[in-house]
């Protein structure tokens, strides 16, 4: 499942124009799409079909093997991305650098397929009658694999996933690209640091318990998190290794067991510089979501993490508030999302479902009895138990 695996991301700084946030989503039809990657890439389509997205199109497409061809990889996804994401085509071409820079530094990222002119990526113009839109079209290899929301995550699992989020981001410390500038995203909405922009998005909750819970947790924010903010060590973060962005793949393990080990990163259009103790934390809240046990998945991941970047004290005190922060960005920008876009309600509601659930869970526990637990099982690894 090669897409944006949640609800909207994107940058809504802009304001709240709905029409051009309506009309910004591309709409090819397959053989629209099948003839971009001829053009474009230079490449024969035996198959296209769309795979679901948010604000973006993307499809899986399957190549023609030629004499000429008949090495490289069969299949690929084309991302066609929305008008006000290519009028930032910088952004984009830093994203490309870092996938491959990951690819190259030996994550399993997917590869950039150059167009015919070598290029990265192509910017096309489309006449619509009324106006011409312009979009960016990039062509990826497909990664194999299942998001891991489809199967059970076994606490080694989830110790993994910890332990990729940190030398994600301890790679990322050595890429340099002229334009990474581009990642410090000042007011995008889903860095966490910018929880405070959710209050005008509060009244999509309506006036009940959920928003009560979630303008406590934004007090709390500005209390103890802002004024901590020079506490923390700074670094690029993915931003958004959720259940959906992560796949896998089983393998037999030495006693004969299926094992998964991940066979793929997805989707790095979340990336601007933010924290260590950010990207831990978003990476337990949507492990958390799939999750029977939810509250015992922070200690796991943290595990993991810490076993490339231990956290200090400070940053460790603020995961609780961390953790429920990114609860309350997907919560309340689903819940706006779906006011502007009805007709996907059910796509964009993933998180909510259990969401919810897991955000009130935490609270009526309280900070001090959820990091015991996490703090606990964090430490039990060191002993070797957990592993």
Same mark, same amino acid.
């Given at each position: 499942?090669?897409?944006?695996?949640?609800?909207?991301?994107? $940058?809504?700084?802009? +304001?709240?124009?709905?029409?051009?946030? %309506?009309l910004?989503? *591309?709409?090819?039809?397959?053989?629209?799409?099948?003839?971009?990657?001829?053009?474009?890439?230079?490449?024969?389509?035996?198959?296209?079909?769309?795979?679901?997205?948010?604000?973006?199109?993307?499809?899986?497409?399957?190549?023609?093997?030629?004499? $000429?061809? %008949?090495?490289?990889p069969?299949?690929?996804?084309?991302?066609?991305?929305? %008008?006000?994401?290519?009028?930032?085509?910088?952004?984009?071409?830093?994203?490309?650098?870092?996938?491959?820079?990951?690819?190259?530094? +030996?994550?399993? %990222?997917?590869?950039?397929? *150059?167009? !015919? /002119?070598?290029?990265?990526?192509?910017?096309?113009?489309?006449?619509?009658?009324?106006?011409?839109?312009?979009?960016?079209?990039?062509?990826?290899?497909?990664?194999?694999?299942?998001?891991?929301?489809?199967?059970?995550?076994?606490?080694?699992?989830l110790?993994?996933?910890?332990?990729?989020?940190? !030398?994600?981001?301890?790679?990322?410390?050595?890429?340099?690209?002229?334009?990474?500038?581009?990642?410090?995203?000042?007011?995008f909405?889903?860095?966490?640091?910018?929880?405070?922009? #959710?209050?005008?998005?509060?009244?999509?909750?309506?006036?009940?318990?959920?928003?009560?819970?979630?303008?406590?947790?934004?007090?709390?924010f500005?209390?103890?998190?802002?004024? !901590?903010?020079?506490?923390?060590?700074?670094?690029?973060?993915?931003?958004?290794?959720?259940?959906?962005n992560?796949?896998?793949?089983?393998?037999?393990?030495?006693?004969?067991?299926?094992?998964?080990?991940?066979?793929?990163?997805?989707?790095?259009?979340?990336?601007?510089?933010?924290?260590?103790?950010?990207?831990?934390?978003?990476?337990?809240?949507?492990?958390?979501?799939?999750?029977?046990?939810?509250?015992?998945?922070? +200690?796991?991941?943290?595990?993991?993490?810490?076993?490339?970047?231990?956290?200090?004290?400070?940053?460790?005190?603020?995961?609780? #508030?961390?953790?429920?922060?990114?609860?309350?960005?997907?919560?309340v920008m689903?819940a706006?999302?779906?006011?502007?876009? *009805?007709?996907?309600?059910?796509?964009?509601?993933?998180?909510?479902?259990?969401?919810?659930?897991? #955000?009130?869970?935490?609270?009526d526990? /309280?900070?001090?009895?959820?990091?015991?637990?996490?703090?606990?099982?964090?430490?039990?690894?060191?002993?070797?138990?957990?592993?």
């Amino acid at each position: 499942m090669q897409q944006k695996g949640m609800q909207e991301k994107k $940058d809504m700084s802009s +304001g709240d124009d709905r029409q051009s946030e %309506t009309l910004a989503k *591309p709409t090819f039809s397959e053989v629209q799409a099948s003839a971009l990657v001829e053009s474009i890439f230079g490449l024969q389509v035996s198959k296209i079909r769309p795979l679901p997205s948010y604000d973006d199109q993307n499809f899986h497409v399957y190549i023609s093997r030629t004499k $000429d061809s %008949t090495d490289g990889p069969a299949e690929y996804v084309l991302k066609i991305s929305n %008008t006000e994401a290519s009028k930032n085509p910088d952004l984009i071409e830093v994203q490309n650098h870092i996938i491959m820079f990951l690819k190259a530094a +030996g994550f399993p %990222t997917a590869s950039v397929c *150059p167009t !015919k /002119g070598d290029n990265i990526t192509s910017l096309m113009s489309v006449d619509s009658g009324s106006e011409i839109r312009s979009y960016l079209v990039r062509l990826l290899t497909y990664l194999p694999g299942r998001p891991i929301a489809e199967v059970p995550i076994s606490p080694r699992l989830l110790y993994e996933i910890g332990r990729l989020a940190a !030398k994600l981001d301890k790679t990322l410390e050595k890429f340099h690209h002229p334009k990474l500038n581009i990642l410090h995203r000042e007011n995008f909405i889903w860095n966490l640091k910018n929880v405070p922009l #959710l209050e005008k998005y509060l009244y999509a909750l309506g006036e009940n318990r959920s928003q009560k819970m979630v303008e406590q947790v934004i007090q709390l924010f500005k209390e103890e998190v802002m004024t !901590k903010l020079s506490h923390f060590r700074e670094c690029i973060n993915h931003g958004d290794l959720n259940d959906h962005n992560i796949l896998i793949e089983s393998s037999k393990s030495a006693c004969g067991d299926a094992e998964y080990q991940v066979s793929g990163i997805l989707d790095f259009g979340d990336m601007s510089y933010g924290y260590y103790v950010f990207e831990v934390a978003i990476t337990i809240m949507y492990m958390m979501i799939e999750s029977k046990n939810p509250i015992q998945v922070g +200690g796991h991941v943290l595990a993991g993490f810490e076993s490339i970047i231990p956290l200090t004290a400070v940053e460790r005190g603020a995961l609780f #508030l961390l953790v429920c922060s990114r609860f309350c960005q997907s919560l309340v920008m689903a819940a706006y999302t779906c006011q502007l876009h *009805p007709e996907n309600k059910d796509y964009l509601m993933i998180t909510a479902k259990t969401g919810w659930k897991h #955000l009130q869970q935490m609270f009526d526990m /309280g900070q001090k009895a959820v990091e015991e637990i996490w703090f606990e099982t964090a430490k039990s690894y060191e002993s070797g138990i957990s592993m």
